[in-house]
């Protein structure tokens, strides 16, 4: 059974930095990309960052470009989510989800296509 | 960048009822779309994939379809735990929609 973990949500001032993390079980971590998505209170869901299975790429939304760092690390089946000049909009439960592949019209494999199991989240206030 | 929107909004519906909630990508997307259903403080769950591949596990009453721009998320016979809001969203660098909050009425 897949499994994903997620911990490091805290309460923390404008300015400041925290790191979340992602224990990953029950599937091979490296066949898979993987996802933060956070949805702040009362909205909806929003993608944050991408890293394909090997962790050779990485994806961000323009809104955490060059402040946020997707992660991973194999020894310990963890996906992390390094966070700085954290701002009062960063306010949000983050999901840590895994990526299911798919294959295009012309057969060319892609991995980064629909979440297929999502962690419970954990839950990032920013407020002075 | 490729927007995705979704309609209506929310709705409400009686215990039986068919429902049906439109996607719309502001560019083709071919079949690259999912579903999910996200209950009140619990974790989204995927429903479909490639706009109408139903997810092992999920009920029957449960289908997509569509291709392109605009996209279809039905439920056949609502039942009282369906209650939940719906999103979709495109593949690669996802995009969701704002969402459709499923009540009853």
């Known amino acids: 059974e897949v499994q994903l973990l997620e911990s490091g949500g805290a309460l923390i001032r404008p300015g400041g930095s925290l790191r979340l993390s992602c224990a990953a079980s029950g599937f091979t971590f490296s066949n898979f990309a993987m996802s933060w998505v956070r949805q702040a209170p009362g909205r909806g869901l929003e993608w944050v960052s991408d890293i394909t299975g090997s962790g050779d790429s990485t994806y961000y939304a323009d809104s955490v470009k060059g402040r946020f760092t997707i992660s991973r690390d194999y020894s310990k089946n963890t996906l992390s989510l390094h966070m700085n000049s954290l701002r009062g909009e960063d306010t949000a439960v983050y999901y840590c989800a895994r990526l299911k592949f798919y294959y295009t019209s012309s057969g060319d494999y892609h991995p980064l296509g629909y979440f297929d199991s999502w962690g419970q989240g954990t839950l990032v206030t920013i407020s002075s | 960048d490729i927007q995705m929107t979704q309609s209506p909004s929310s709705l409400s519906a009686s215990v039986g009822d068919r429902v049906t909630i439109t996607c719309r990508a502001s560019q083709g997307i071919r079949n690259y779309l999912a579903w999910y259903q996200q209950k009140p403080g619990k974790a989204p769950k995927l429903l479909i994939y490639?706009?109408?591949t139903l997810q092992s596990g999920v009920p029957s009453r449960f289908s997509g379809s569509g291709s392109g721009t605009d996209f279809t998320l039905t439920i056949s016979n609502l039942q009282p735990e369906d209650v939940a809001t719906y999103y979709c969203?495109?593949?690669?660098?996802?995009?969701f929609g704002p969402g459709t909050k499923v009540d009853l009425k």
């Open positions: 969203q495109k593949y690669n660098n996802a995009v």
């Open positions: 490639g706009a109408s």
